[in-house]
């Protein structure tokens, strides 16, 4: 979703938005194969419901990236997690809606593996830091992207935050 309008993004992470359709997420040109990965995804995520009891939908909000130590692929990682679902609206498999389902949480993951390399992030600060996620703000996720890029800059060296969005499990 990271090609996404910035408006339909914002109105799927504000708290007191409703239903954002898939439509407005994607251009006309992209529905077809956006829908049908959102329907594998939303299985994984009831499968993993149901069987596992695991809530593992989310929308990964902004992707960090940052150069191997033994010089191989680039690890990357989301900062900011939402819980999202995912509703089919009819019989169209391809008329689908995202919902914001819970709070906008950090990537714990993260956070650990930055506490192992010495980088100490407030993570309740780090949600703060978010404009427009609690207030009626306009919507802005480079008051936390640039608090974390700072924190972690001495430590990890080419450490950066890419303002993608990725809905998976």
């Not at 989301?78 to 809606?97: A, C, F, K, N």
């Not at 780090?126 to 480079?142: P, W």
């Amino acid at each position: 979703l990271s090609s996404s309008p910035r408006d339909a993004l914002a109105a799927l992470i504000s708290p007191s938005s409703s239903a954002v359709k898939l439509a407005d997420l994607v251009s006309p040109a992209d529905a077809v194969p956006a829908a049908a990965k959102l329907q594998e995804i939303r299985k994984r995520a009831v499968v993993n419901e149901e069987e596992r009891g695991l809530e593992t939908l989310f929308l990964a909000v902004g992707m960090a990236s940052w150069p191997a130590s033994d010089d191989g692929r680039p690890y990357s990682a989301p900062v900011l997690l939402m819980p999202i679902t995912i509703e089919q609206t009819g019989t169209d498999r391809r008329r689908l809606s995202l919902a914001r389902a819970g709070e906008l949480q950090p990537n714990l993951v993260l956070l650990h593996y930055l506490e192992s390399q010495k980088v100490s992030v407030d993570a309740e600060e780090l949600i703060d830091l978010v404009e427009g996620d609690d207030h009626e703000e306009d919507f802005d996720l480079e008051p936390a992207f640039r608090h974390l890029t700072a924190a972690v800059a001495a430590r990890i060296p080419q450490f950066a935050i890419a303002p993608h969005f990725v809905v998976g499990n």
